[in-house]
């Protein structure tokens, strides 16, 4: 029997033979994502970011056989073509889109002050960024009569109200709607959109915003999640992914996969 876009290959990996992409994928879930794809089968993954040294280095201790990396600024239409192209071209499909990156609000603004600069800044990476990387990873699934699997980055802030980061906030719902109308759209054509949605989580980017270590991002971060004895990590989050990418989850579609350990709002 043929292999099927979700089913489990021969050597029992549930990615074998499949070409991703990864947006984000330099760092943080991008990167744990990433390992983890290869690790499952995935006959390539593609990475993209904005941050070149560690693109490289990621690529470079996956094995250049199995990762690549690629400049992408994921706000510029123009380089999410040339992404998703130079993928086709280079590795004959595209199977799985991992709509990774996104950015944080350069300040705790609430709607009374918010810097609209700021506000579109972060919509043109969190939005319109992630609507762009649906578009053309399913074009190039269409293209190709590829029963791909899209997956975007959300957050437990997509449901919820937040007491500040109005922008932030306000993106994440956009992410769910996106994927919300993008799963309907494309169901005939056999392609899958779902979102991963995790709490917060210490990633080298939250930390860096902070100006805080890893260990204490998450000590931070702790009151954010009823159950206790654990600490969110990029890894929980890409097994989340991972699953949604899979053929585990190949009935799936259109729905928010929350990874939040009981979220506690504030």
Do not use: W
């Not at 549930?14 to 879930?29: D, E, F, N, R």
């Not at 109200?161 to 996106?178: F, N, W």
Request: hydrophobic share 45%.
């Amino acid at each position: 029997m043929p292999e099927t876009a979700n089913s489990v290959g021969s050597s029992g990996h549930k990615l074998a033979g499949k070409v991703a992409i990864v947006t984000g994928g330099a760092s943080g879930i991008g990167e744990a994502a990433a390992r983890l794809f290869v690790e499952q089968g995935a006959s390539m993954v593609v990475i993209a970011d904005i941050q070149d040294d560690l693109g490289n280095q990621v690529a470079a201790s996956i094995g250049f056989h199995r990762c690549t990396y690629v400049h992408c600024d994921v706000a510029n239409e123009d380089q999410i073509k040339i992404l998703v192209n130079t993928t086709v071209n280079s590795h004959g499909k595209v199977d799985i889109m991992f709509s990774n990156a996104g950015i944080l609000s350069p300040s705790d603004q609430t709607v009374l002050d918010l810097d609209i600069s700021q506000f579109d800044r972060l919509f043109a990476v969190n939005a319109r960024g992630m609507a762009l990387c649906v578009k053309h990873a399913a074009r190039a699934m269409m293209e190709g009569r590829v029963r791909g699997s899209i997956v975007c980055t959300g957050s437990v802030a997509a449901t919820h109200g937040t007491p500040r980061r109005v922008d932030y906030t306000m993106s994440k719902h956009a992410v769910l709607g996106l994927v919300r109308a993008a799963s309907l759209q494309l169901a005939a054509h056999g392609i899958r959109v779902n979102c991963v949605s995790p709490n917060a989580l210490a990633t080298p980017l939250t930390c860096a915003s902070f100006g805080l270590e890893t260990e204490d991002m998450q000590m931070l971060y702790a009151h954010n999640a009823r159950l206790k004895g654990m600490v969110l990590t990029p890894k929980h989050v890409a097994d989340a992914v991972l699953f949604l990418v899979s053929g585990d989850s190949e009935f799936v579609t259109g729905h928010d996969l929350v990874v939040d350990g009981s979220y506690i709002g504030g």
